[in-house]
């Protein structure tokens, strides 16, 4: 008997890592083991230069590439060859993520089941004038008809939904389906590891882990770094183009307690979690950030801004201050890092709050909304 075939259509995907990336390689391992072929559609592009192999595969996911003929910004990729594989493909389900991106329209070119996932991407303030007046064009102009075509929209926070609601997308069709943790992120890692490589010794830590992006707000946590000259404070990832205007705020403002430690390795980056006193997540907007479940399972307090879907996973977890409020950042941090009871109240109930979010589960809301239209079908 032919397994059920999802398709899902995305800007980027492996070797291309982040947030979408991760989420969409997931949940089709986990359709994978519910007996699903899943297939992605993506670009050729990496962000930066072109991906030579055209197909290939992944964890069982199968995958094609199409030809990049134009970028917008940081993630819109035009590659309009995929209309025709929507159109010749055997899927029997397509699921799109993120909206506002040309393959929105997909649906023009197949009779099948349309999903998708928005991944919420209102990044007011983030973006240069005229690209923003261009997607608030879109909204304004085709919106509405684009959501009409999806039997559902799964957002990942409860947040998004009033947003997708001002789309004229009714709450029956609104399916909460968040971001999630694999198995492995449940392990204790080493602690220790992060704490020797560094000689942070009985030093407390504060740990930010992003690109290295003006977006990401790295500089608010950089510029209250100076009021704690006793803690230790990292910044850990890969360069987005904000490295070098960091080193010279941290060279301008004389600190000697901010290290930059440049990409790290999925192990380390949990062994930082493990490690660590407190986590920062300082971004100036995050459709929900999974860095902050993945420093929960670790047991490592967290600390975010009031921005995009954060204040929903951190939820009364952890703390939240406004972002570019650096007395509040400030603040906040002085609560956490002079008081080791709340540290510990927030490392115990982050580290129960993580298991509550699974790729399993989250993949179990999907298969159930396509059985939906799975059994119409037969």
């Known amino acids: 008997m032919r397994k059920p075939k999802i398709c899902f259509i995305t800007s980027f995907f492996y070797p291309v890592v982040g947030g979408v990336e991760t989420h969409v390689r997931c949940l089709g391992k986990e359709l994978i083991k519910k007996g699903y072929d899943v297939e992605v559609y993506t670009s050729d592009s990496d962000r930066n230069s072109t991906i030579d192999s055209k197909e290939g595969s992944i964890d069982k996911i199968r995958i094609k590439r199409f ?19 929507v159109k010749e493909s055997d899927a029997d389900i397509f699921h799109v993520h993120v909206y506002r991106h040309f393959f929105n329209l997909s649906f023009l070119f197949s009779k099948k089941p349309f999903f998708i996932t928005p991944h919420w991407p209102e990044y007011q303030g983030q973006r240069n004038k005229f690209l923003q007046t261009l997607l608030n064009l879109i909204d304004f102009t085709l919106g509405k008809y684009i959501f009409k075509h999806f039997k559902k929209v799964f957002v990942i926070t409860d947040l998004e939904s009033k947003w997708v609601k001002k789309f004229g997308v009714k709450s029956r069709d609104i399916v909460l389906a968040p971001n999630g943790l694999e198995e492995a992120s449940f392990k204790k890692y080493n602690g220790k590891n992060f704490r020797k490589k560094y000689n942070l010794k009985d030093k407390l830590s504060v740990i930010s882990v992003s690109r290295l992006h003006p977006s990401k707000g790295l500089d608010q946590l950089v510029r209250v770094a100076k009021f704690f000259p006793n803690v230790e404070f990292l910044i850990m990832g890969k360069d987005g183009g904000f490295r070098r205007e960091l080193e010279s705020l941290i060279q301008k403002l004389g600190l000697n307690n901010v290290r930059i430690t440049g990409e790290i390795t999925e192990n380390e980056k949990m062994e930082a979690y493990a490690g660590a006193d407190i986590f920062c997540m300082p971004s100036h907007y995050e459709g929900f950030c999974i860095s902050i479940l993945e420093a929960m399972s670790q047991g490592c307090p967290v600390i975010t801004s009031n921005k995009g879907g954060m204040p929903w996973v951190v939820g009364k977890e952890g703390l939240i201050f406004e972002d570019n409020n650096l007395l509040d950042l400030r603040n906040k941090l002085e609560k956490l890092i002079s008081s080791s009871h709340l540290r510990k109240k927030f490392s115990k109930q982050g580290l129960e709050k993580s298991h509550s979010f699974t790729w399993k589960k989250t993949s179990d809301i999907l298969d159930k909304e396509y059985k939906k239209c799975l059994i119409k079908k037969i």
Do not use: D, N, T
């Not at 993630?75 to 060859?81: K, L, N, R, T, W």
């Open 67 to 85: 030809k990049s003929i134009f970028k917008v910004g940081f993630a819109g990729v035009i590659f309009p060859e995929v209309f025709r594989a």
